[in-house]
């Protein structure tokens, strides 16, 4: 029986066998549009695969399950789990992977290919699966094709495609085809709408494109640069130019790699190309009959389409048109999703936070991938900083008929937890408060700000707070002293895939987390040397560390993880994770020795002594010059301080939000108690005032990270006033920041000189 056919074997009829990725490329060929060669490794492959190896049944039983606690994320991880756990127990019926391997071969012996999963349904009229299930690029060797073939299969079973199964009503057990095609060099890749997917507009086709490989525009990882082309004369109506700081490439080895990209703003596509792109995709929309999504590549000079599937969110009716200015946009980007909604925005940095998101919140995220469906089921609208209409979750987005717009760049850093805003997701448009129908609302975007032409000089320096590599270079070009905080956090989350890094070490994967972390702290690293980076260490709660791939098998569940099993303490208890984390610093100081090391959620004495004990002990013990610091977020620092610095400690970073939150007893995320949260309490000034004291008497440096000196003028000026030596704030706060501190350092020194001046004066009296 042949469980393995080319892709010139495969039609749309066989949809039912090839999946619809692979059956709609079988299509394209068949049609006489250029699509790379290559095979499809048969859903009854998989199916055979399941049954030989015993653990269909309980594959069925166990999807049922998953199906039914989609939303509860605890629950949901562990039953994924255990059902890829059981597709890798089945392993691959042998004459299967003969048949993989004579066709890899047929190929070539060292091709490399991409090895993407074609589930059955998938790239349908009615469901995407857009971005759900896994896929592999420059994957080399027969073992490694077949490898990634079963990482595909067990992709049917990870949260994000049980979540999103549960919100299209598919209850059917889910069978997996795969298709390997031969891998192109992209220059320059994105996707093709031959319709206006968010207004339904089927006279133009909707571009997008990005450099490199076609990953950072499907995944939203980047904002690509947009073209509307009309069918009518297949002439470009409209360019928007994106903003893209790296792009993704086949690297020497067989892998994939990030490198920078220099030309943030010049554009990826000329007119003649993109006027190619749309005449091709037009004639897959001719040939099927339908509005097409396409994804191409150009290779050289040569295109190249990879994938085809019907637009699934046509005639979805948009919300009518806004008449008459009230207000100027807060932020504008691109309309990917229509409707229009009021509602508290909830600004998330991950989908392991999505559990802080209410039932009707207004979602803000950096960017957002299928991992984020549990909360975008929930959002009233979903607003990202990168991305395009084009992306993977804007596609969900609009199949779930939540508001959608990408590529706002500043929404993150412009809008705050709690603020009412209107969200257009046809216009692309987010207005302040609550917007009534009319009258009718301006569609011209707001006047971007200048160069600032003066910059204050500060004797307190200003340091940035930062989470995302990409944001490195743009955010070292503003006036800042360095990075005050660096959040590891999201940095290993993206590093890592969503990956839990213990699944990782129980692989013997050490190398590829020690990469991945490296490679993105280097990026920040060198963007900003030689002024300093301050590295704090992961410190995802139990409940954040669960919700990765593979966290429910490490994590404990806490009642309270948010003064449970996290920070110093966790580096203790799980040496391992903090020795890789450790050994990524030691690689990227190696080259740019700007980065230094913070110690998150010190409470005891004795906890700190064994984790820089664990520091010493590593190479990185050996660097001399790397700074030590602690975060001050705990009340009991107050008390130890003065032995911390003893213990070696060079820096003392406050953490004002936490700090208050256990100095006054209160959860921040609490509607109800939410007045209560003062970062300007009394007591919680006298306890930043004492550790700022105390690290002026023994000589090292003291700063703050929060909120407060963004918001209140007054508590910048009151921390000048304690002698602090750094603020660290978010990149949009910089400038506000610095302007305050400079004007309270002039009035602290013209204090000091009229105390002088009437001191003289009094003794001049006297004699």
Not at 155 to 173: G, K
Not at 489 to 510: D, S, V
Not at 597 to 613: A, D, G, H, Q
Request: proline share 5%.
């Amino acid at each position: 029986m042949d469980y393995v056919r080319t892709i010139q074997e495969v039609r749309l009829e066989d949809a039912s066998e090839a999946g619809g990725k692979g059956a709609n490329l079988g299509e394209l060929q068949a049609a006489g549009l250029p699509v790379p060669g290559g095979f499809v490794v048969l859903g009854i492959g998989y199916a055979l695969s399941m049954d030989r190896g015993g653990v269909a049944g309980e594959l069925s039983a166990l999807h049922r399950e998953a199906l039914s606690r989609a939303g509860d994320s605890d629950q949901l991880n562990e039953i994924c789990d255990r059902l890829q756990s059981l597709t890798h127990k089945a392993a691959m019926d042998d004459n299967i992977r003969e048949q993989i391997a004579a066709a890899y071969t047929a190929l070539g012996t060292s091709e490399s290919v991409a090895v993407r999963s074609s589930a059955i349904g998938e790239d349908s009229l009615a469901t995407s699966f857009a971005g759900m299930n896994a896929s592999f690029t420059n994957v080399i060797g027969e073992d490694a094709v077949i490898s990634a073939v079963q990482r595909c299969w067990s992709s049917l079973f990870t949260p994000r495609v049980i979540n999103y199964r549960a919100s299209q009503r598919i209850t059917s057990d889910p069978v997996m085809a795969v298709v390997v095609q031969k891998m192109l060099k992209s220059d320059r890749s994105g996707v093709a709408f031959t319709a206006d997917p968010s207004t339904g507009n089927s006279g133009v086709i909707i571009i997008e494109a990005a450099s490199g490989q076609g990953e950072v525009v499907v995944s939203g990882a980047v904002e690509p640069d947009h073209y509307v082309v009309s069918k009518s004369d297949m002439k470009v109506k409209s360019t928007h130019l994106g903003h893209q700081t790296f792009e993704i490439i086949a690297d020497e080895s067989g892998g994939d790699r990030q490198v920078p990209v220099d030309r943030h703003t010049q554009r990826v596509l000329n007119d003649r190309e993109v006027e190619t792109i749309a005449r091709l995709a037009r004639r897959a929309e001719d040939h099927y009959g339908s509005p097409q999504d396409v994804e191409w590549v150009f290779e050289g000079g040569t295109l190249w389409f990879v994938q085809a599937r019907p637009i699934t969110t046509l005639g979805k009716p948009a919300a009518p048109p806004l008449s008459a200015p009230l207000s100027v946009p807060l932020i504008t980007g691109l309309g990917a999703a229509p409707g229009r909604v009021t509602g508290a925005v909830r600004v998330l940095a991950m989908p392991s936070a999505g559990h802080r998101l209410a039932d009707g919140d207004i979602l803000v995220a950096p960017m957002t991938n299928p991992d984020w469906i549990p909360a975008i089921r929930r959002a009233a609208a979903v607003i990202t900083d990168s991305g395009g209409m084009t992306c993977h979750a804007a596609i969900v987005a609009r199949e779930l008929g939540v508001p959608c717009v990408v590529g706002a760049r500043t929404a993150t850093s412009v809008l705050s937890d709690g603020q009412i805003v209107t969200v257009d997701g046809a216009s692309g448009e987010v207005f302040a408060g609550s917007v009534p129908a009319s009258p009718q609302i301006s569609q011209s975007r707001p006047a971007t700000s200048g160069p600032i032409s003066f910059v204050p000089t500060t004797a307190t320096k200003i340091y940035v707070n930062l989470a995302m590599a990409e944001k490195a270079e743009a955010v070292a070009a503003e006036p800042v002293d360095g990075v005050g905080l660096l959040r590891a956090e999201f940095m290993l989350t993206e590093a890592l895939g969503g990956r839990h890094p213990r699944e990782l070490i129980a692989n013997g994967q050490q190398e590829e987390f020690v990469a991945s972390m490296a490679g993105a702290l280097g990026r920040i690293a060198t963007a900003f040397a030689p002024r300093p980076v301050v590295y704090r260490a992961t410190d995802l709660r139990s409940n954040e560390f669960r919700g990765l791939t593979g966290g429910a098998k490490f994590e404990p569940v806490e009642n309270n993880p948010m003064i449970g099993y996290r920070g110093c303490y966790r580096y203790i208890r799980e040496p391992e994770m903090f020795r890789l984390e450790l050994e990524a610093i030691r690689r990227v100081r190696e080259r740019t020795p700007n980065v230094h090391l913070m110690i998150p959620f010190v409470r005891t004495k004795w906890e700190l002594e064994e984790c820089l004990s664990l520091v010493d002990a590593s190479p990185l013990g050996r660097h001399r010059t790397m700074s030590r610091w602690v975060m001050a977020e705990v009340p009991s620092v107050v008390h130890w301080l003065p032995e911390y610095i003893g213990m070696g400690i060079d820096g003392v970073s406050i953490g004002s939000n936490d700090l208050t939150q256990l100095m006054l007893g209160i959860d921040r995320d609490s509607e109800q108690c939410a007045e209560l949260f003062d970062e300007a309490d009394a007591a919680v000034l006298d306890a930043i005032e004492r550790i700022v004291v105390t690290a002026r008497k023994h000589g090292i440096t003291s700063s703050l990270c929060g909120q407060a000196p963004s918001s209140r003028p007054g508590f910048a000026e009151r921390l000048v006033a304690m002698g602090i030596t750094s603020i660290s704030v978010n990149p949009d706060a910089v400038n506000d920041v610095r302007t305050a501190v400079a004007a309270a350092e002039q009035r602290i020194m013209l204090d000091v000189a009229l105390s002088h001046g009437q001191s003289a004066a009094h003794g001049s009296s006297r004699a």
